[in-house]
């Protein structure tokens, strides 16, 4: 079966940085999206990852490596508003996105 | 750009009514559309696949004559529920695939339905 695994709920400090990890078992592999989404909202795009290596985009940045089925966001400079839930959804061999359940991420003064 | 808008953002039915949740792509077309519902403290579950021209493609599960979707334009997906009952009360949402060669989903802002 197909399989996306993050944890469930992250919590850090205002200012610190967080790494959020996304493990993924699926058939074929076109791609990895980041997506963030506040409660009560509708999932906003944060990054697509296809390539191996780091993709850097302000204070996220995204990286895979598809022989270890892993990616991870990384969030520095963390902002209260930076509380929310984040999605890891992996693009299969029939360009279905499969969605992980989320990591809620709680910021901390 | 790509920006999809969802219409309503709320509604509170009786059970036994039928709903109807509209899904627009304001700026792009778009041939594929996709309905997600989602429960408090979950992650998004796909409900169907939807494309211009065709019958929507339904998840395991998705009972396709409760959940009717019609997608007869390239800039309009429509998701009624039909009969609705109290377990149907959900945050539902659409997204549109982006552009050729791009599998990223622009997705509409979500409708809360609450079914008393």
């Not at chain 1, 992996?90 to 992980?100: A, E, H, K, P, T």
């Not at chain 2, 509170?12 to 559309?33: H, N, P, W, Y």
């Not at chain 2, 009717?68 to 529920?81: E, Y």
């Amino acid at each position: 079966g197909q399989n996306i695994d993050q944890p469930t709920e992250m919590t850090a400090t205002e200012g610190a940085i967080v790494q959020i990890n996304c493990t993924y078992q699926t058939s074929g592999f076109n791609g990895l999206f980041w997506y963030q989404q506040h409660a009560g909202e509708a999932p906003t795009f944060l990054s697509y990852n296809v390539l191996d290596g780091l993709e850097e985009k302000g204070r996220f940045s995204s990286f895979l490596s598809r022989s270890k089925g892993y990616s991870y966001l990384l969030l520095k400079e963390l902002q209260m508003k930076d509380s929310a839930s984040y999605l890891c959804a992996v693009v299969d061999s029939n360009y279905q996105l499969i969605w992980g359940a989320g990591t809620k991420l709680i910021i901390k003064p | 750009g790509a920006v999809v808008s969802q219409h309503p953002s709320r509604v509170i039915c009786k059970s036994g009514t039928s709903v109807k949740i509209e899904c627009r792509s304001l700026d792009f077309q778009a041939t594929t559309m996709f309905w997600y519902r989602q429960f408090p403290k979950q992650s998004l579950m796909l409900m169907a696949t939807s494309n211009e021209g065709s019958k929507a493609t339904y998840e395991q599960g998705v009972e396709k004559d409760k959940f009717l979707i019609n997608h007869a334009s390239l800039t309009l997906s429509t998701l009624t529920v039909t009969s609705a009952h109290p377990e149907d009360s959900s945050f539902y949402i659409c997204s549109a695939l982006g552009l050729a060669s791009s599998y990223e989903q622009y997705f509409g802002p979500g409708t809360r339905l609450t079914v008393t």
